[in-house]
C-alpha cells in the first residue's frame, strides 16, 4: 500500500474513534447550540450541558429558535438530520451524525492533501503526512466534531481552504479554483469572528492573477464586510467590547480613570472591573446599559484604542494568551451515560494538545513569542526557498501568517469570554504555519523543479 492509502486509512481510524466507537467524545455546550439547531426544533437536556457533551437529542415542534446568528454550520445540519431519520429507531437524535457530515469534511481535506506530498522522498513523505494527522487529528480539534459550535464550520473550510489554495497554487486545476470560491464563502460567513479573514482570502484570489478571480476576490470581501455588519444581533458586539475591556484591560491598568476616560466611559463604570458580560453581577443583561455602552464603545472606538495604547493592548493579548494556552475549553468531553465525572477530557489522540498545554498555559508571554518566531522563521523560509516554490507561492505564505496573525487579534482582544474555543481557528492556523515550516524545511535538498500541471493527481 502506498503512504496515500495507510495515511487515508489511519485518519479515518483517528476519526471513527473518537467520533463513533463509544464511548464517544465531544464538547459541552456553552449555551451557543440553540444557534445553530434551535430552527430545527432540536433540543436538549441543560442541567449538564457544560459538564458533559450529550449524545442526544430530542425534537420538539414547540421549539423553534432564531437567535440572529447567521451561519454556514447551519447548512451542515439538513444532511445530518436525513441520515438521523433514516437510521434512528426511537426518533430522538443522535450527535454522531454531526460527526459524520464534519468527520467527512475533515477527511476529505486530508485526502486532498495527501497527494501534494508525492514528490517527496518516502520518509518525508510520511513525516510530513504522519504529523498533519498527529496535529489535526488531535482530541483539541477532533471533539468539536461532535458538537453544534459554528466554529466547527471556520474550522473545517480553513482547513479546506489551505489544502485547496497549496493544489491551486501547484496545478491550477480548474476543479480544484471552483472548490476553492465555494470553500472560500463557507468560511467567510461561517461566523462573524472569522469574516475578517475574507480580506486575506481576497488577496490569495488576487495573486492568482487572473481577472475573473480578482473579481471574485471583490466579491468575497463584499461578503466579508456584510457578515462583520449583518450577521449578529447588534448588542453582540458591545458584549465583546465589555468582556475584553473589563476582564483584560482595566485590570491591568496603571491609571485606570485615564484608561476609562480614553475609552469614552466615566468612573460610574468602575464596579464592573473584573467582569465579563456574563459573570454574576454584570450589567449586560440590562437592554438600556447594552444601548448605553454600545453607544460609548464599538469595536471600531476600542480598536483605535488598543492601536494607540501598545502597552494595554500586549498587556490584554498576554492575558487572553494565558488562557488560550490551555488548548481546550473547559467543557465536558463525554455523555453522562460513559459514567465519568463531570468535565472529564479525552486523552487518547491528545498527545499534541497536551504538550502545547504544557509550554503554554498561563504562559501568554511565551505563546506570543512562539508565534511570533514561528510567524519570522516561515517567512524567511518563504523567501530563503522562493525558486522552489511555484508562482504566488511566497506572497500565499505571507497571507497565511496575516491570517493567523488576524485570528490571533481578533480571538484575544475583541471578546474575551470563552477563550480557548474562540482561539480554535488560531490554534489551526498556527499549526499550519508549523507544517509550512516543516514542508519548506524539507524540500530544502529537491532539486528546483514544479510539477507539470497535466500529471497532477486526481
Known sequence: MTSTHVLSTAAAVVLIWQLIVPPVIGVGNNGDFSRTYGVFHLTMPVDDEVRY??????????????GGFYSSEILLVPPALALNAIFSKDGSFDVRFMGLIHGALFLAAFCLFLPLLNDMPGWRRWLIGGLALAF???????????????????????????????????????????????VSLLLVTSKAQHSALGFWLAGFFCVLGTRKLRGFAAAITAVALLWLWKSTPE?????????????????????VDRTLADLGLDRSYRPYIGLISFSGGSP??????????????????????????????????RASLDEAGRQRPALG?????????????????????????????????????????CAAAVAFLLISRRRNLPAGGVASGLILIGMASTELAVASLADAMDIPRHHLLFYALFDMLLMVGLWLTALTPLHHRTPAPDRSPS
Open 53 to 66: 457533551s450529550d449524545t442526544r437529542y430530542r425534537f420538539d415542534p414547540r421549539v423553534n429558535y432564531f
Open 136 to 182: 489535526f487529528g488531535d482530541a483539541m480539534y477532533v471533539a468539536y466534531l461532535n458538537s453544534f459550535y459554528t466554529d466547527v464550520a471556520g474550522f473545517l473550510f480553513l482547513l479546506l481552504f489551505a489544502v485547496l489554495a497549496l493544489r491551486v497554487l501547484r496545478w491550477r486545476r480548474r476543479a480544484d479554483i471552483v472548490l476553492l470560491g465555494c
Open 235 to 255: 448588542e453582540y458586539a458591545a458584549r465583546g467590547c465589555f468582556s475584553t475591556i473589563f476582564s483584560h484591560v482595566l485590570p491591568y491598568s496603571k491609571n
Open 284 to 317: 449586560m443583561g440590562d437592554p438600556v446599559f447594552v444601548a448605553a455602552f454600545h453607544r460609548r464603545v464599538t469595536l471600531g472606538s476600542l480598536a483605535i484604542f488598543l492601536l494607540t495604547h501598545p502597552r494595554d493592548a500586549y498587556v490584554a493579548l
Open 333 to 373: 468531553n463525554f455523555d453522562p451515560a460513559a459514567g465519568l465525572p463531570p468535565y472529564a477530557e479525552a486523552q487518547s489522540f491528545a498527545a499534541w494538545s497536551n504538550l502545547k498545554r504544557a509550554l503554554f498555559e498561563r504562559r501568554g508571554a511565551r505563546y506570543l513569542n512562539c508565534f511570533l518566531t
